[in-house]
């Protein structure tokens, strides 16, 4: 988390984009956007922009790779190039191989594996634009996707990102507030609950009591995206059932 500080991102509890701190931006989900995938999901949060697919379950190669009472589960994010300002490297990064391992053990708490002995299941996540938040976003776009994809799960997972400007913890960090706020904080939960989370992760000048007001926000905002989860999938299978 950079250092600099930025003034005006923060004034009479009015964020510089409109929000309150304790509001999420505008949230748009779809699911099945891709034929080829066995599953596939597109998620909207302000202006970051995300596909995730998923391929299988199928047989995993190398076979010395394989589990013999579960299946192994591998994500892969990626950044187009064209998702930011500066034209990004195809190339894979330190910073996307990271973010790749922390999608995969946001997503195997909920993925019943053991259904699936020495198979894969492969989760893609293509940011295709990126305003802030594009890992808690990837890992909202893979649940849904695996959801799509019909592996069974005991949940859905959520994520979303709270932050510290000036002295206000805020939901849903956004661009200019990723690049000049005090401090990150990335949560996943299943079905919006905070008592089930499967990714806590902190970065920059924060306190205790900081920490805990922003999972009251995450789970706020881990909710909303749950709410709108249910809805994508109930809109594409309707006459499905609950």
């Known amino acids: 988390m950079p250092q600099k500080q930025k003034e005006g991102l923060l004034e009479d509890g009015v964020r510089i984009d409109g929000r309150t701190p304790t509001d999420m931006r ?21 202006n970051t922009r995300i596909i995730a697919a998923v391929k299988g379950p ?31 490297s195809p190339k894979p990064s330190r910073r996307s191989r990271e973010i790749s391992l922390v999608t995969k053990r946001a997503l195997e708490p909920v993925v019943k594996l053991e259904e699936f002995p020495k198979l894969a299941i492969n989760v893609f996540v293509e940011v295709l634009e990126a305003d802030a938040s594009t890992r808690v976003t990837g890992i909202t776009a893979a649940s849904l996707a695996l959801a799509d994809a019909g592996i069974p799960m005991r949940g859905l997972v959520q994520a979303c990102a709270v932050g510290k400007l000036e002295d206000t913890m805020v939901l849903d960090v956004a661009g200019e507030e990723d690049a000049y706020g005090k401090a990150d904080i990335p949560v996943a939960t299943i079905n919006g609950s905070i008592d089930e989370v499967t990714l806590l992760q902190m970065d920059g000048d924060i306190t ?12 706020k905002g ?6 709108a989860q249910k809805k994508a999938l109930k809109e594409a299978y309707k006459g499905g059932g609950n």
């Open 58 to 88: 199928k047989e995993l190669h190398p076979r010395h790779l394989q589990e013999a009472d579960k299946a192994v589960l591998q994500a892969k994010y990626r950044m187009a190039p064209f998702s930011v300002d500066d034209r990004m």
């Open 222 to 227: 881990n909710k909303e995206l749950f709410k």
């Open 26 to 46: 505008e949230v748009n989900m779809e699911v099945g956007v891709l034929n080829n995938p066995d599953g596939s999901a597109y998620v909207e949060v302000g």
């Open 208 to 219: 205790a009591e900081d920490v805990r007001e922003g999972l009251k926000l995450a789970e």
